[in-house]
């Protein structure tokens, strides 16, 4: 039976809104209208604790997890204790209203270069402050790079044979393994914060810590939890004290009766057990705080609130301490807080996860571990405070379970997303339950599942997942198989696995091994680093506070990272699956017939982009009734044996941590990203196209709905164990009712003969119209807080890379009461212009396009010239290259030693720098090798040492496009960034990365301050 005392009439709860509750409505106008910040605080505790307090520790020999409890007892006690504006709740995630956290160890020194930018950049741009920007070159960024992140030391731990992994990473169109970033795609045991508190956790570790027969590294365990658990219970009487420091200085009575209740709470909990809804959330928002400060903030999840909570808020309700109203405000306050912080992203990361939020999950409802309802009245309260904030974090995931919860909270469900326009996404319980269950997680256990991230299911509080741990590009696989193991972004570039190429190929079956081959080859190379990424974990990255609000850990002694947890996996993400199976069906159908040159006409055709001379055979395979989505047998033959086999490959594997890899098929902002690296494929998909997200079908290949959402609920839900991103759109008009909406769930969740159907579906309310207004008028204030659904996630429209945009804009939109996708025209999206270039840049760029018509002059030479010649002129131009080159490379040596320069601390850059840096192309017509050495930079030295890092231009003319300004605003010469070049691959690194994050930034100051 539902734990709900609303009646049906009052569960939208319609008299609360922001008009009647101004505090939530101030605390949202000042989110929107803030602008994020950078925070240096948490960077500035680890690296002082690192490089000075620890030193000085009498056991500074200590194991990686005692070493971990004392640094992060260090942090939380040095963490600022501030309570924002308006707040009932304590404590910030950062120093700033809005903050950008940076995690030394992990990946912010790719921010190096920008630091002096950041600010202003075109897209999603971050505030810096001067004195920021010198602590973290000068003192910050130069300690991690000689003591090494996690990249870093994972890369100096590769055999031999296993360098080509780091390899693949780097060329970024083959996978994304997410452990040099993060580690945190989980979800913590809240229920133990509000069950227990911290400190009977830490009474329970001491008395194991001091039971007999504990070996050395359980005590270290034991230990480390004790210390790192008292940093939190101290920071939360700072935040006591601030709030005692508030309330005598506060002028309103009601303000000063809001900060004395803070303080009471704050000296309580978490370090005891809460006894009220106030004081528990105020308890899990503290550890919440904590736990960003040890782990990124990339998908800390917090599982199911709505059951965690209850038993306190009904019992606040029954005794008349708490009315619905003021629970929405607290909740409201909660949920704000949760947003309070943004993750980093580099300027060229903006082309792969642009626009994402922290992803930090929420669950509501679904079935208790009995199976019951578990729908109760705080379900219904964090649905209201979620209509009526409309924020991207958290990101709201709710349970249903066909037959056992009620009808009215499946149309509640959908009132809310047809309001939000994107908010909350649906899970089956029949479904997700049963997958759980088949990866041996207990019947009670996956009845207990919470959502991690985007989409991804796990037994809540009990599971370390990490669920993001691998992003896996399909189409690559598809590309080596069709060019005997060369994709097309890397040219002639031949990396591990070699088989036939397509056009040599006898069979479609010939093939299908082929791509297997492929595709076996990847995952193993994929698996194989982010196992040497989580053992480098395991020594520099131990997480006790994570481990102790952990189901498993304290029972077994032993960290997450160590295996600690009652259930361990390692998730994977799939992206361009329905491009991927529309392709191999193409070429099933069209590229291997009888006739002999089928396959080398579709091989033809997609390396000319689908040009003019096919577009008989273009037509032909879009038009193809057999495609991924429909009622084809051969798409979903296709689809059936490719997921079988990534899942059983995948679940072939063991992980660092002794469990298996589970598949997904969510895509975040990738399937947009990759597309823009991928050419033309055999599905009919055209050059640097986004692919389709998550497990959707490609936009216009699934016209009629039914068939659409029968194909995927036909889909084995069981091979599909780390969640799944089914994205559809419909428009907000008459027919996009509640009651349609939810009819159309409970059918997709459900099939015809009562077996589950789909794991997940999620809904963008929107049309194209709409969002097509936003792209030509994104400052205006109407559209700041237009969320939308990605692939998993949701995000704010406006801060989408526009490649992003475009992929959501062209989604296929379906009208809910015909069922059938309503056809628009394609739309192009259309450059906005850049900013008028200052004197400098315009004086370069000058310069730079006289020397660059002289190329061009002296290229159509080449090109008319003979062969035997051609080959000497190439290597004069490439000289010529290399040559200019050098001339700016004396030039920022020149400026280096210039005792006018006008900022007297650049030199100090490379005061105590040694590195040494070779700058090439493949065929060496172009080498330089720059050495920073007792405070100098020399050019080409005699002797030099073996290079620190290598980077090698694919040819002369990469070096020539990255060197020399463009007639085109696209490549202004004062916007060059070294990561894009990578990213397009103009460029191949060999070594530590971090060495170019420096020397990018020594290069980009000398643009932004010309000589006096």
């Given at each position: 039976?539902?734990?709900?005392?609303?009646?049906?009439?009052?569960?939208?709860?319609?008299?609360?809104?922001?008009?009647?509750?101004?505090?939530?409505?101030?605390?949202?106008?000042?989110?929107?209208?803030?602008?994020?910040?950078?925070?240096?605080?948490?960077?500035?505790?680890?690296?002082?604790?690192?490089?000075?307090?620890?030193?000085?520790?009498?056991?500074?020999?200590?194991?990686?997890?005692?070493?971990?409890?004392?640094?992060?007892?260090?942090?939380?006690?040095?963490?600022?204790?501030?309570?924002?504006?308006?707040?009932?709740?304590?404590?910030?995630?950062?120093?700033?209203?809005?903050?950008?956290?940076?995690?030394?160890?992990?990946?912010?020194?790719?921010?190096?270069?920008?630091?002096?930018?950041?600010?202003?950049?075109?897209?999603?741009?971050?505030?810096?402050?001067?004195?920021?920007?010198?602590?973290?070159?000068?003192?910050?960024?130069?300690?991690?790079?000689?003591?090494?992140?996690?990249?870093?030391?994972?890369?100096?731990?590769?055999?031999?044979?296993?360098?080509?992994?780091?390899?693949?990473?780097?060329?970024?169109?083959?996978?994304?393994?997410?452990?040099?970033?993060?580690?945190?795609?989980?979800?913590?045991?809240?229920?133990?914060?509000?069950?227990?508190?911290?400190?009977?956790?830490?009474?329970?570790a001491r008395k194991e810590e001091d039971k007999p027969g504990k070996s050395k590294e359980q005590k270290d365990f034991y230990r480390a939890v004790q210390l790192a658990l008292q940093g939190i219970i101290t920071y939360a009487g700072h935040l006591a004290d601030e709030a005692d420091r508030q309330a005598g200085m506060a002028q309103n009575q009601e303000r000063r009766d809001e900060l004395q209740e803070i303080s009471r709470i704050c000296r309580k909990v978490p370090a005891a057990k809460p006894e009220t809804f106030h004081e528990a959330l105020q308890a899990i928002w503290i550890c919440k705080i904590a736990l960003h400060q040890e782990n990124a903030n990339l998908a800390l999840s917090l599982g199911r609130l709505d059951q965690i909570l209850y038993d306190l808020y009904a019992e606040d309700i029954k005794k008349g301490h708490l009315t619905p109203e003021k629970a929405v405000e607290l909740v409201g306050c909660f949920w704000l807080g949760i947003a309070d912080h943004v993750p980093m992203i580099p300027e060229a990361g903006e082309e792969l996860f642009g626009g994402s939020g922290s992803n930090q999950a929420i669950t509501l409802g679904g079935v208790d571990r009995d199976g019951k309802d578990a729908v109760n009245d705080l379900t219904y309260v964090m649905?209201?405070?979620?209509?009526?904030?409309?924020?991207?974090?958290?990101?709201?995931?709710?349970?249903?379970?066909?037959?056992?919860?009620?009808?009215?909270?499946?149309?509640?469900?959908?009132?809310?997303?047809?309001?939000?326009?994107?908010?909350?996404?649906?899970?089956?319980?029949?479904?997700?339950?049963?997958?759980?269950?088949?990866?041996?997680?207990?019947?009670?256990?996956?009845?207990?599942?919470?959502?991690?991230?985007?989409?991804?299911?796990?037994?809540?509080?009990?599971?370390?997942?990490?669920?993001?741990?691998?992003?896996?590009?399909?189409?690559?696989?598809?590309?080596?198989?069709l060019f005997g193991g060369k994709h097309r972004l890397t040219k002639d570039e031949l990396i591990g696995e070699q088989t036939t190429p397509a056009v040599q190929m006898n069979s479609f079956d010939e093939f299908q091994g082929a791509l297997k081959r492929q595709l076996g080859w990847l995952i193993d190379r994929a698996v194989t680093f982010n196992n040497y990424c989580g053992r480098t974990h395991q020594q520099m990255h131990p997480c006790p506070m994570l481990s102790a609000l952990m189901e498993g850990c304290m029972e077994k002694g032993q960290d997450v990272l160590m295996g600690g947890a009652t259930y361990n996996f390692s998730g994977a993400a799939m992206i361009g699956l329905a491009d991927v199976v529309d392709s191999v069906t193409a070429i099933q159908e069209f590229g291997f017939p009888h006739n002999g040159n089928a396959m080398a006409k579709m091989i033809a055709a997609i390396e000319s982009d689908w040009g003019e001379g096919y577009r008989d055979l273009y037509a032909k395979v879009k038009n193809s009734s057999h495609k991924y989505g429909t009622d084809s047998p051969l798409a979903k033959d296709n689809a059936k044996w490719l997921m079988e086999f990534l899942h059983n490959t995948f679940q072939s594997k063991e992980h660092y941590r002794g469990g298996k890899y589970t598949v997904g098929y969510w895509t975040m902002t990738n399937h947009a990203g990759f597309g823009m690296l991928t050419g033309a494929l055999p599905n009919g998909r055209r050059k640097g196209e986004s692919f389709a997200s998550g497990i959707t079908p490609v936009s216009g290949s699934a016209p009629v709905l039914p068939a659409c959402l029968n194909f995927i609920a036909g889909l084995d839900h069981t091979k599909i164990t780390n969640g799944q991103a089914l994205n559809l759109k419909f428009p907000p008009t008459a027919t996009t009712t509640p009651a349609?909406?939810?009819?159309?769930?409970?059918?997709?969740?459900?099939?015809?003969?009562?077996?589950?159907?789909?794991?997940?579906?999620?809904?963008?309310?929107?049309?194209?119209?709409?969002?097509q207004e936003v792209t030509q008028d994104p400052g205006s204030p109407e559209y700041r807080d237009l969320l939308v659904r990605v692939s998993g996630y949701t995000a704010y429209f406006k801060?989408?890379?526009?490649?992003?945009?475009?992929?959501?804009?062209?989604?296929?939109?379906?009208?809910?009461?015909?069922?059938?996708?309503?056809?628009?025209?394609?739309?192009?999206?259309?450059?906005?212009?850049?900013?008028?270039?200052?004197?400098?840049?315009?004086?370069?760029?000058?310069?730079?396009?006289?020397?660059?018509?002289?190329?061009?002059?002296?290229?159509?030479?080449?090109?008319?010239?003979?062969?035997?010649?051609?080959?000497?002129?190439?290597?004069?131009?490439?000289?010529?290259?290399?040559?200019?080159?050098?001339?700016?490379?004396?030039?920022?040596?020149?400026?280096?030693?210039?005792?006018?320069?006008?900022?007297?601390?650049?030199?100090?850059?490379?005061?105590?720098?040694?590195?040494?840096?070779?700058?090439?192309?493949?065929?060496?017509?172009?080498?330089?090798?720059?050495?920073?050495?007792?405070?100098?930079?020399?050019?080409?030295?005699?002797?030099?040492?073996?290079?620190?890092?290598?980077?090698?231009?694919?040819?002369?003319?990469?070096?020539?496009?990255?060197?020399?300004?463009?007639?085109?605003?696209?490549?202004?010469?004062?916007?060059?960034?070294?990561m894009k070049s990578i990213l397009n691959h103009e460029i191949t690194v060999e070594g530590n990365l971090n060495l170019l994050y420096k020397f990018g930034y020594l290069a980009n100051h000398l643009i932004l301050h010309p000589l006096p």
């Open positions: 039976m539902s734990n709900v005392t609303f009646t049906v009439e009052e569960l939208g709860l319609r008299d609360i809104t922001l008009k009647n509750m101004p505090r939530l409505q101030r605390m949202r106008d000042r989110h929107f209208d803030g602008k994020p910040a950078i925070c240096t605080e948490l960077p500035r505790n680890i690296t002082t604790f690192w490089k000075e307090k620890l030193a000085k520790l009498p056991d500074k020999d200590d194991s990686p997890e005692l070493k971990a409890g004392k640094l992060y007892q260090y942090v939380m006690e040095r963490k600022e204790a501030i309570i924002a504006q308006d707040n009932l709740l304590a404590g910030t995630t950062t120093t700033k209203p809005l903050g950008v956290l940076l995690y030394p160890d992990l990946y912010p020194l790719c921010i190096w270069p920008e630091l002096e930018t950041i600010g202003t950049r075109k897209k999603n741009p971050f505030d810096i402050t001067p004195a920021q920007i010198k602590e973290l070159n000068s003192v910050i960024f130069p300690y991690w790079l000689d003591k090494g992140t996690i990249m870093e030391a994972t890369r100096k731990a590769l055999k031999e044979s296993d360098q080509e992994c780091a390899a693949l990473q780097e060329r970024l169109v083959y996978y994304l393994v997410s452990k040099p970033e993060c580690i945190s795609h989980t979800i913590p045991h809240y229920g133990m914060v509000v069950k227990r508190g911290l400190a009977d956790i830490i009474r329970e649905l209201k405070a979620t209509e009526l904030l409309v924020l991207r974090d958290p990101n709201v995931n709710a349970r249903y379970y066909p037959d056992v919860n009620p009808p009215e909270y499946l149309q509640r469900l959908c009132e809310v997303n047809i309001t939000t326009k994107a908010t909350p996404c649906f899970h089956n319980d029949l479904a997700v339950i049963d997958t759980l269950k088949s990866q041996g997680v207990t019947e009670q256990d996956a009845r207990d599942y919470g959502v991690i991230g985007c989409v991804e299911p796990f037994s809540a509080g009990r599971t370390f997942g990490h669920s993001g741990a691998i992003l896996f590009n399909l189409t690559s696989a598809l590309e080596r198989t349609l909406l939810s009819q159309t769930i409970q059918g997709y969740f459900l099939k015809a003969d009562r077996s589950p159907g789909g794991l997940q579906v999620q809904f963008n309310i929107m049309n194209r119209q709409k969002l801060d989408l890379n526009p490649q992003m945009q475009q992929e959501i804009i062209n989604r296929a939109e379906y009208d809910l009461g015909t069922k059938q996708e309503i056809r628009y025209p394609y739309y192009e999206r259309k450059e906005e212009p850049e900013p008028e270039p200052g004197l400098v840049a315009r004086v370069v760029t000058g310069l730079g396009n006289i020397v660059r018509y002289v190329g061009n002059w002296f290229g159509e030479l080449i090109h008319r010239t003979p062969a035997p010649i051609r080959d000497f002129l190439k290597m004069l131009e490439d000289k010529s290259t290399g040559d200019f080159l050098e001339g700016l490379l004396h030039f920022m040596e020149f400026r280096l030693e210039d005792p006018l320069h006008l900022d007297p601390e650049y030199h100090k850059n490379i005061a105590k720098f040694q590195g040494t840096y070779r700058f090439q192309d493949q065929k060496s017509n172009i080498e330089t090798v720059v050495s920073f050495a007792d405070g100098k930079m020399r050019i080409n030295p005699d002797n030099p040492p073996p290079a620190d890092l290598t980077v090698t231009f694919q040819d002369g003319d990469c070096l020539r496009n990255f060197l020399l300004p463009s007639p085109t605003p696209k490549r202004d010469f004062l916007k060059k960034d070294i």
